[in-house]
RNA sequence: CGGGACGUAGCGCAGCUUGGUAGCGCGCAGCGUUCGGGACGCUGAGGUCGCGGGUUCAAAUCCCGCCGUCCCGACCA
């Protein structure tokens, strides 16, 4: 019933949030899990947020099957030798051994790109701005709830490009102007934009940025890649174009993607010990009213002004909770668990009062409101909240951001407290390693545009080339 | 795949050492009393004891094999 402590158990909180809010559920085939209708609702929102900017910024949606022959997957070197051992192989249908393995698709460059050299002749074909919402499948060595699952469902956006900066800077949109407002303004979760070391890389991309996100747990966790491919996809499988100058060219491709693990990602930047805390904006149920009565007669007084309430608050999620068998305090502590922004009580004392009480679950303190203000008390409350988590998640990552000076204080700093750690990088992956190896923590993200930091490497004391930012992560 | 823990009712667990009627709490169903921070009483339903094999008159319990889950590590959105 009661959660364990984030600060006993982060893991065992988790998990108990995801299971006890009817989030999800593991499910029969290891690694993969059945999303249940309060979860699902929380992932159509962060689509419907995705989605709309993702067409907004002038790309439209299509679907390629999830079966691909497995020799196209072995055509990009990089990234056959980068998937290869975790992807499912289909070897046997239709009662027979198939003539020719088909892979579940761990991502679909392979076989969009294999079209995309059909569809692509001319210059004037191109930009192609295409997204997919689809599920993949990654044979995970240790899945973990929306965080790492076997199948995953994500949209992957895959586009090609007539030059290289426009390829960079397709990417760097997506980033931008999709994902990042996407977490901030819709997720309420602060991100830091950034670029992956060499070592971080998606296989077979030439640059692979990145959102990453403080938990508060003080892991960080990659909220959505954007990829520049530059040629290396258009040369594997074929996709040329005459150009201006009337030459054959390679076209510039760009993959980026946002998946269920966001999910994770909201649960758990916002968790308190009472449960999730959602943003009014993702919340499948904005405003619950608690309708607290005895009598029979009180029922009917309080019901009938409970509906005539949520009747007011029209334009919102709201839902009354007329559930007879349960008394307020468990309904409380029920919607709290869910992460409810607002919640409503609404008994005979009130009612005699002409006023409502109002609980928001950022803050929790009850607050007693006329009954004709209450429309425009909930609207603020619910504004508030947005920000008010939004606030809170910056200040708790920024105060677990630290720039120590060696290697070892950064280890200690590592431990406890934990959170980002900026420090200067020579560049070399021995030192990454090094760092790796001895506390854990790998590099999250480099500055989109490379700007060397005053002093040195922090493990090799050379001179830096990059601000690396480095953190424990998911 | 390596190290550790564990699989008994929907969930959490006891029972196993020393083989002999499968139990407890929560949850679930019905009825009643309750109802402003996780109520209570009574009655009741619910079990291939992870799977397969072996030992035995008899296996949740002993033996062998397998499968799965969780935690720690290597891989990763």
């Given at each position: 019933?009661?959660?364990?402590r984030?600060?006993?158990d982060?893991p065992?909180?988790?998990?108990?949030?995801v299971?006890?809010?009817e989030?999800a559920?593991?499910?029969l085939a290891?690694?993969t899990?059945?999303?249940?209708?309060?979860g699902?609702?929380i992932?159509e929102?962060?689509?419907r947020?995705?989605?709309?900017?993702?067409?907004a910024?002038?790309?439209?949606?299509?679907y390629?099957?999830?079966?691909?022959?497995?020799?196209?997957?072995e055509?990009?070197?990089?990234h056959v030798?980068?998937f290869?051992?975790?992807?499912?192989?289909?070897?046997?249908?239709?009662?027979?051994?198939?003539?020719?393995?088909?892979v579940?698709?761990?991502?679909?460059e392979?076989?969009?790109?294999?079209?995309?050299a059909r569809w692509?002749q001319?210059?004037?074909?191109?930009?192609?701005l295409?997204n997919?919402w689809?599920?993949?499948?990654?044979w995970?060595?240790?899945p973990?709830?929306f965080?790492?699952?076997t199948?995953f469902?994500?949209?992957?956006?895959h586009?090609?490009?007539e030059?290289a900066d426009?390829a960079?800077?397709?990417?760097?949109?997506?980033?931008?102007h999709?994902y990042r407002e996407?977490y901030?303004?819709?997720?309420?979760?602060?991100?830091?934009?950034g670029r992956?070391?060499?070592?971080e890389r998606?296989?077979?991309?030439v640059?692979t940025?990145t959102?990453e996100?403080?938990m508060r747990?003080?892991?960080?966790l990659?909220?959505?890649t954007?990829?520049y491919?530059g040629?290396?996809?258009a040369?594997?499988?074929?996709?040329s174009?005459?150009?201006?100058?009337?030459?054959?060219?390679?076209?510039?491709?760009?993959?980026?993607g946002?998946?269920?693990?966001?999910?994770g990602?909201?649960?758990m930047t916002h968790?308190d010990?009472?449960?999730?805390r959602l943003p009014?904006?993702l919340?499948?149920?904005q405003?619950?009213?608690?309708?607290?009565?005895?009598?029979?007669?009180e029922?009917?007084?309080?019901?009938?002004?409970s509906?005539?309430?949520a009747?007011?608050?029209?334009?919102?999620?709201?839902?009354i909770?007329?559930?007879?068998?349960?008394r307020?305090g468990?309904?409380?502590?029920h919607w709290e668990?869910r992460?409810?922004?607002?919640?409503i009580?609404l008994?005979p004392?009130?009612?005699?009062a002409e006023?409502?009480t109002?609980?928001?679950?950022?803050?929790?303190?009850?607050e007693e409101?006329?009954l004709?203000?209450?429309g425009?008390?909930?609207?603020?409350?619910?504004?508030?909240?947005?920000?008010?988590l939004?606030?809170?998640?910056?200040?708790?990552?920024?105060?677990?951001?630290?720039?120590?000076?060696d290697?070892v204080?950064?280890k200690?700093?590592?431990r406890?407290?934990?959170?980002?750690?900026?420090?200067g990088?020579?560049?070399?992956?021995?030192c990454e390693?090094k760092?790796?190896?001895?506390?854990?923590?790998?590099?999250?993200?480099?500055?989109?545009?490379?700007?060397?930091?005053?002093?040195?490497?922090?493990v090799?004391?050379?001179s830096?080339?990059?601000?690396?930012?480095w953190?424990?992560?998911?």
């Amino acid at each position: 019933m009661a959660l364990p402590r984030q600060d006993d158990d982060f893991p065992a909180w988790y998990q108990e949030v995801v299971k006890q809010a009817e989030l999800a559920e593991p499910s029969l085939a290891r690694g993969t899990m059945v999303i249940r209708p309060y979860g699902f609702a929380i992932w159509e929102a962060i689509q419907r947020a995705v989605d709309d900017r993702i067409k907004a910024t002038g790309h439209q949606n299509l679907y390629f099957p999830m079966f691909i022959p497995y020799r196209l997957l072995e055509r990009e070197a990089e990234h056959v030798e980068g998937f290869a051992p975790e992807v499912a192989v289909v070897t046997h249908a239709g009662g027979e051994e198939l003539a020719e393995p088909l892979v579940v698709r761990p991502t679909s460059e392979t076989i969009i790109w294999d079209t995309y050299a059909r569809w692509v002749q001319s210059y004037r074909d191109l930009p192609l701005l295409y997204n997919q919402w689809a599920n993949v499948v990654r044979w995970e060595l240790r899945p973990r709830l929306f965080l790492r699952t076997t199948e995953f469902l994500w949209q992957e956006g895959h586009t090609a490009h007539e030059t290289a900066d426009e390829a960079v800077e397709e990417s760097l949109k997506i980033l931008h102007h999709v994902y990042r407002e996407a977490y901030e303004e819709v997720m309420a979760i602060p991100v830091h934009a950034g670029r992956k070391s060499p070592s971080e890389r998606f296989p077979g991309a030439v640059e692979t940025y990145t959102l990453e996100a403080l938990m508060r747990d003080r892991k960080a966790l990659q909220g959505c890649t954007s990829h520049y491919l530059g040629q290396n996809f258009a040369k594997a499988y074929g996709v040329s174009f005459l150009n201006r100058q009337g030459e054959q060219e390679l076209a510039y491709a760009t993959s980026w993607g946002l998946s269920t693990r966001a999910v994770g990602g909201v649960i758990m930047t916002h968790g308190d010990d009472a449960g999730l805390r959602l943003p009014p904006a993702l919340a499948p149920v904005q405003v619950v009213i608690v309708p607290i009565f005895r009598t029979d007669d009180e029922r009917g007084r309080v019901l009938e002004a409970s509906r005539r309430l949520a009747d007011e608050l029209e334009g919102l999620r709201v839902r009354i909770d007329d559930r007879d068998d349960l008394r307020p305090g468990f309904k409380f502590n029920h919607w709290e668990l869910r992460g409810v922004p607002v919640r409503i009580e609404l008994g005979p004392r009130d009612l005699d009062a002409e006023r409502a009480t109002l609980v928001p679950r950022l803050t929790g303190e009850k607050e007693e409101v006329p009954l004709p203000k209450l429309g425009d008390r909930v609207r603020e409350a619910l504004d508030r909240s947005q920000r008010g988590l939004f606030e809170d998640a910056r200040a708790f990552r920024d105060q677990h951001t630290f720039r120590p000076n060696d290697l070892v204080e950064m280890k200690t700093l590592l431990r406890e407290p934990g959170g980002f750690m900026l420090t200067g990088w020579c560049g070399s992956e021995e030192c990454e390693a090094k760092v790796k190896e001895e506390t854990k923590a790998t590099i999250r993200y480099l500055p989109v545009e490379p700007s060397p930091p005053e002093g040195p490497c922090i493990v090799c004391g050379k001179s830096a080339v990059d601000e690396a930012s480095w953190a424990l992560a998911y």
